[in-house]
Each structure stands twice: as C-alpha cells, then as structure tokens.
C-alpha cells in the first residue's frame, strides 16, 4: 500500500526566505505527483502536477522537483511572503485517478 | 466557469439522521471523487466515478452511497450518519479517469454527527 509522508509537519520562516518542502513515497510506480495548498478552512488548491516522466515544474516562485527511484518530490519557494503561510498537501496518484495524501507541511512565514 | 461546488458547507446531524452532501461541475470532466479529511489521517478516498452511471469504492467506503446520474452531479449519501462520520468532505474531478490529469477539488462541506 502507498505510505505518502511529508516533511517537516510544520514550518515558520521569515519572510523572503527560500524554502525547501519535502515529499516522500514508498511506492515509486506513481503516475504523477499533484502539491496542493490548503488555507485553514478551505479546499485544496492545485500548484503543481508532475507527471512520472518528468523531473521538474515550475510556476512561478514555486518548483516541484520528482525523482521516481528515490520516492521523492520538493516543492521549492522563492523568497517567502505572508500570503504563502498554508498547509502544503502532496499526494501522488499510482492508480487511475486516486490519489494518495501526505499529511502536509504547515508553513508560516514571518513578516 | 465555478469549478467545482459543493453544499451545504456547514451541517450538523444527530446519529441516525441520513443527508445528501452535494457536489457539482461545470467543467465537462468525466473523473469524481469523494474525499474525507480528518486530523492525523489525512485525505482519504471515498467513493469515485469514471463517468456517469459508473461508480467504484474507494479506500473507505463504508456507511456512504453514491450515484452517478449526470456528468455533472455525484451526491454522496450518509444513510444512517455515526458520530465517526464527523469529517470535512472534498469533492473533486479530473478530466478523465486516467494517469495524466490533474484534479481540482471543491470548498468541502464540514460535518458534525452528534
């Protein structure tokens, strides 16, 4: 069964920092990897869609980095400001559409 | 276009009440799904349909129904609700069921069994 985990669980830098968020996965025959971003309260938001055979996708100050064979994803922020203070789900889908969930990075940056 | 839509956002139900949690899309997509999000679990997947007429379980599926009538519409049903049915409850949709495609999930509806 795929195991998705993320960290750390939760973040808080100042403002204007570059930041790295982890994903990890235990079954590495994924289709994509989707990040999301979740604002207390509220749906999930689409950032990033990574299909199997690419290593990268960027928009942007966010990229998302995959390596398959190591069961790894980063989702990279430039130079951080407030408004990006949410929780960061990752959730890979190894099986049609169904997608498997970490259990997020909650970041807060620092004015 | 409004994406994806649900309601009610807010309910609260005594055990034993039963309700339909609505979910819609205006975007054509054939692939939805139910989702349920609790603390230190995660998102997971209910119950999902590859288009209309078509529907599966998901990783939790039991004490919910659901149907698929239109493309547009996939209403899930708690027919007897349990207070372990307290969750907030994520529709989403994707183009098509297939490996590609990136989903798009709707504001959620949170539920309180009593």
């Known amino acids: 069964k795929q195991e998705v985990t993320q960290i750390p669980a939760a973040l808080s830098v100042p403002e204007g920092e570059n930041l790295v968020l982890n994903c990890s996965f235990t079954d590495s025959a994924i289709y994509n990897l989707q990040w999301f971003r979740q604002d207390p309260g509220k749906g999930l938001t689409s950032l990033l869609l990574i299909q199997s055979s690419q290593r990268e996708q960027t928009s942007g100050r966010l990229n998302a980095s995959l390596d398959k064979s190591s069961g790894r994803s980063t989702l990279y922020i430039a130079a951080s400001q407030p408004g990006d203070s949410a929780t960061y789900l990752c959730?890979?889908?190894?099986?049609?559409?169904?997608?498997?969930f970490g259990g997020g990075t909650r970041l807060m940056v620092k004015p | 276009n409004a994406g994806v839509t649900q309601t009610p956002k807010f309910q609260v139900l005594k055990t034993g009440q039963s309700m339909t949690l609505q979910c819609a899309q205006d975007m054509n997509h054939e692939y939805m799904s139910w989702y349920r999000q609790d603390p230190g679990m995660g998102l997971r997947l209910i119950h999902y349909?590859?288009?209309?007429?078509?529907?599966d379980q998901g990783e939790v599926p039991n004490g919910y129904n659901v149907s698929r009538s239109t493309t547009e519409d996939f209403p899930l049903r708690l027919l007897s609700a349990a207070p372990s049915q307290t969750s907030v409850y994520f529709c989403?949709?994707?183009?098509?069921?297939?490996?590609?495609?990136?989903?798009?999930f709707g504001p959620g509806t949170r539920l309180t069994v009593l």
């Open positions: 989403a949709s994707s183009l098509a069921f297939g490996d590609w495609n990136e989903q798009f």
């Open positions: 349909s590859v288009g209309a007429g078509i529907t």
């Open positions: 959730a890979v889908n190894n099986a049609g559409n169904m997608l498997t």
